[in-house]
């Protein structure tokens, strides 16, 4: 196996997992297979209990896991199945060696951070790294490894530690650094300053850890002088100084690092020794990344998305539902225009309120061509989304419900079409008449964390004619992902269908709610499941693809295709 370890310095947020999904793309594209770990230095054991605003998006996995949404990129970059464990965190090395203390594993011996954590780390790395995730049966061979946050941080000192034995048992030959930094301009001077890049990598190396590579954020390419001074005082040979600036969309990253990374002058594969015998590596074959990055740069056309959401003041809490929507807009030749309008701004409150806010939040879902509702915890902006969808539903505008997007729609028809005024969800209102979302008996109460349901889960059609079912291929069943305490109550399903709203998916039990679809809409689907988790470049999810052919007119000509 080897390794290739990215970690980032300066400031965070600059791209570490991107780059790192980039660099296994260009490995995959050589002909070699890839596996990824994302390293997160945060005592929580996993991702599933953090508030979107502070950390983005939870990313659901076919195990069930919650992780970060790093490993999302990992898997829509690389296409592969990654399991919760390709996620570490603090939280789950302690936990495990604080089990094994307990149990007596350690003889008596004073548990230390070094060697037990530093030795949990190395064990979990390199088991993790031995699971195929590509569907083959063989372990990979490269597995890319993120550290989260910023070198310095005080919480990911075991981890640095521990990738410092690693490295060292390991051996140069497999084992490479890449060390991802920030080269800035001032405005004033107008110059790339260099000094950022040189303490970060000091700060490395006086840890232990030398980078073989640098690949150095900025605005705009790198002159010759910079990455020169950049290799004196780094260490770092000026051949193995990559540039990853500014690029039109973050497909192009690969292309960036493809030259970089496998050029003659280049150190990056003799250094993993990835063209010896055992590993054959080939020119990289990125033809079809390449034309799906100029095509989509070279796309005029847009169609307007009103995300009608709880978390809309972070783009990375929806960040799978805006991938699954680009895959789903470039499949139909078209860039998205993703319009963010809070939820709250929606309410009639809210006309009293701030009545201007109110009136562009409206002015804006008018405006635009379908209504998405994605998923989301806790009652506020609820009411917000309950008009969204009655608006959609009234003029016929097509509409698209993520897990509580879809509860959503079964509370408004309910209120507005069975006239149930104060049908709820009793996560919302415990006490209400008309319970029409439950939550499931299998959850708890108590506690959060792993209490929901979770991971991939079979969903039977019950209409082989629905638009569901033919968008998945006319499918008897669809595997997708889910993430929910709370259902669709199966003592109403009668009463919803009399009235025109269709549960055309449900689960093996047949009393589990799983899909809906409007009689006589031109499209008006909710899904209790998450779609846009298994969502690729060039592989759109169904009913996101469905959501943009109907809302540019291509439905039914799309569907006679199938």
């Not at 919760?84 to 789950?92: A, L």
């Not at 100084?241 to 497909?251: A, T």
């Not at 701004?345 to 061509?369: F, G, I, K, M």
Request: hydrophobic share 40%.
């Amino acid at each position: 196996m080897k390794y290739v370890l990215v970690t980032g310095g300066v400031v965070s947020g600059l791209g570490k997992g991107v780059t790192a999904s980039s660099i296994g793309v260009v490995l995959k594209a050589c002909g070699l297979r890839v596996t990824s770990i994302k390293i997160d230095p945060y005592l929580n054991t996993d991702a599933g209990t953090m508030s979107p605003f502070e950390h983005g998006e939870v990313f659901v996995l076919d195990d069930g896991g919650e992780v970060d949404l790093d490993l999302g990129n990992y898997e829509r970059f690389l296409d592969i199945r990654l399991t919760k464990d390709n996620n570490i965190t603090t939280g789950k090395i302690y936990q495990s060696v604080i089990d094994k203390e307990r149990r007596g594993d350690y003889l008596g011996k004073t548990v230390q951070v070094v060697p037990h954590i530093t030795d949990a780390i190395k064990n979990w790395i390199e088991s993790v790294s031995s699971i195929p995730v590509d569907g083959k049966d063989q372990p990979a061979d490269v597995c890319v490894i993120e550290l989260g946050g910023t070198v310095g941080d005080i919480e990911s000192m075991p981890f640095i530690e521990a990738l410092r034995q690693l490295s060292f048992s390991l051996g140069k030959e497999n084992f490479c650094l890449i060390h991802v930094s920030l080269v800035p301009v001032l405005g004033v001077v107008g110059e790339q300053k260099t000094k950022p890049t040189q303490h970060s990598v000091r700060e490395l190396r006086a840890l232990g850890l030398t980078p073989d590579l640098l690949a150095c954020r900025s605005d705009q390419p790198l002159i010759e002088g910079t990455k020169e001074k950049l290799s004196q005082f780094c260490h770092v040979p000026v051949s193995n100084i990559l540039n990853i600036h500014d690029v039109p969309n973050i497909w192009h990253v690969p292309l960036i690092l493809r030259v970089s990374l496998v050029s003659p002058i280049s150190h990056f594969l003799p250094v993993l020794q990835l063209c010896c015998a055992s590993f054959i590596a080939s020119a990289p074959d990125l033809q079809n990344w390449t034309q799906m990055a100029e095509s989509y740069d070279n796309l005029t056309n847009y169609v307007k998305i009103a995300m009608v959401g709880k978390y809309t003041g972070l783009m990375d809490s929806y960040l799978s539902v805006v991938k699954a929507l680009l895959h789903a807009c470039v499949a139909c030749s078209l860039k998205p225009s993703v319009q963010w309008i809070a939820a709250s701004d929606l309410e009639e409150e809210n006309a009293r309120l701030a009545p201007q806010v109110h009136d562009d939040a409206w002015e804006t879902l008018r405006s635009c061509s379908c209504v998405l509702v994605p998923g989301g915890f806790g009652d506020r902006g609820v009411p917000g989304m309950i008009l969204a969808a009655k608006y959609a539903r009234e003029n016929n505008i097509p509409y698209l419900g993520i897990c509580l997007g879809m509860q959503i729609s079964v509370i408004e028809f309910s209120r507005y079409v069975l006239g149930m005024e104060r049908a709820n969800s009793e996560e919302f209102d415990p006490l209400t008449p008309f319970p029409v979302v439950i939550f499931m008996p299998e959850g708890s109460r108590t506690h959060m964390g792993s209490t929901m349901r979770l991971g991939s889960r079979r969903t039977f059609f019950k209409d082989s004619t629905c638009i569901s079912s033919k968008l998945y291929g006319n499918s008897a069943f669809v595997d997708e992902r889910h993430r929910h305490r709370y259902e669709v109550n199966p003592v109403i399903v009668g009463q919803v269908e009399a009235a025109g709203l269709n549960f055309v998916g449900s689960d093996e039990s047949g009393k589990r709610m799983e899909i809906l679809e409007l009689a006589g809409h031109p499209y008006y689907i909710g899904v209790q499941f998450h779609p846009e988790f298994k969502s690729r470049p060039g592989k759109p999810t169904a009913v996101f693809l469905g959501l943009i052919l109907a809302a540019t007119g291509q439905l039914q000509a799309h569907l006679k295709e199938l």
